[in-house]
């Protein structure tokens, strides 16, 4: 997570005095989809990185440390400590395959974008390029709709899931992942019932 914030930073601040220097509101026009998946791609990723260190790290080890304190005996200490590891390992999602192998996705097409950008320097797009992105968009808006979907089901199974609720209102405070991802199941349920009746 830190490695793609990093990556959409220095993105950032490599093109800013770039973006200042326009004139031509074509050329403006040209660019719009670029930066457009650049602030879709550090939004969700800035949010990732706060709740992973915030919502999870910061709050699992300060309850670490107090159990430490209130501890009585080394066997207190060392099951504070297993259950420190097996509740970051959970909320961290590490063997959450689906959600994790989700993550591991999103965080690809960022570094893939940020190189591509990096990569493109500060001369126009051409032609392949513009392409390129477009076709980062779709795959980001497509991979970003099912990890939120993912997290969603994950949040319905247990009442004690205050910490993912805070992440998923964060990363959808305007419903738009909501409403991303009631489109794709009706998408769904059009092309089955399409192929049903084909039948």
Not at 17 to 35: C, T
Request: glycine share 4%.
């Amino acid at each position: 997570v830190k490695y793609a914030n990093d990556e959409d930073e220095e993105e950032e601040d490599g093109n800013d005095d770039s973006r200042g220097s326009w004139r031509s509101p074509a050329e403006r026009a040209r660019y719009l989809p670029a930066w457009q998946l650049r602030h879709k791609m550090q939004f969700l990723v800035d949010n990732l990185q706060f709740y992973l260190q915030v919502d999870v790290l910061d709050v699992q080890h300060s309850t670490l440390e107090r159990r430490i304190k209130q501890a009585k005996s080394f066997e207190a200490v060392l099951h504070a400590h297993r259950v420190y590891l097996a509740t970051l390992s959970e909320r961290c999602f590490l063997h959450a395959r689906v959600i994790h192998r989700s993550f591991r996705t999103v965080f690809e097409l960022c570094t893939d974008f940020c190189n591509l950008v990096s990569f493109q320097g500060r001369g126009p797009f051409q032609a392949p390029e513009l392409r390129r992105i477009q076709a980062l968009a779709r795959e980001f808006k497509l991979q970003s709709t099912f990890l939120f979907s993912m997290l969603a089901q994950s949040t319905g199974q247990s009442a004690s899931n205050l910490h993912l609720q805070q992440l998923i209102l964060r990363i959808d405070y305007n419903r738009s992942y909501t409403r991303e991802a009631m489109a794709g199941a009706s998408s769904s349920l059009g092309a089955v019932g399409t192929a049903a009746g084909r039948r």
